[in-house]
């Protein structure tokens, strides 16, 4: 059973940066693709960034990045914008390892709970 727990987020300024970060635990953590992904109010679940066991990553932002160590994940976003503001979920396709980056949210099995985000102009 892998457990996602996300942590890091919070209100801060246009302009500002924050680190989020997943602590993921269970069997072969290390080995699944792992996903950021965004959901404001009244909006689809969007990704975000995805990186593969071997820290290949990629994201929609080029403000935003994606790594992982030692069982944690982290998404390191800088330029806030308002509209960055939401809820993110750390995800990982768990039920295959070793793995291709992964950007559609169907295809992610695993979910944390979700961290907020929110941002002031």
């Known amino acids: 059973q892998v457990q996602l727990v996300e942590s890091g987020g919070g209100l801060v300024q246009a302009g500002d940066s924050l680190r989020l970060s997943c602590a993921a635990s269970?069997?072969?953590?290390?080995?699944?693709?792992m996903g950021w992904f965004r959901q404001s109010p009244g909006k689809e679940r969007e990704f975000v960034g995805t990186?593969?066991f071997n820290g290949y990553s990629e994201s929609v932002e080029g403000r935003f990045t994606i790594s992982r160590a030692n069982a944690q994940v982290y998404l390191q976003m800088n330029s806030l914008k308002p509209e960055d503001t939401a809820v993110y979920y750390c995800?990982?396709?768990?039920?295959?390892?070793?793995?291709?980056?992964?950007?559609?949210?169907?295809?992610?099995?695993?979910w944390g709970q979700g961290t907020q985000v929110t941002v002031s102009s």
């Open positions: 995800a990982a396709v768990c039920t295959v390892e070793f793995g291709p980056a992964v950007s559609d949210v169907w295809r992610y099995d695993c």
């Open positions: 990186i593969r």
């Open positions: 269970g069997r072969s953590v290390n080995r699944y693709t």
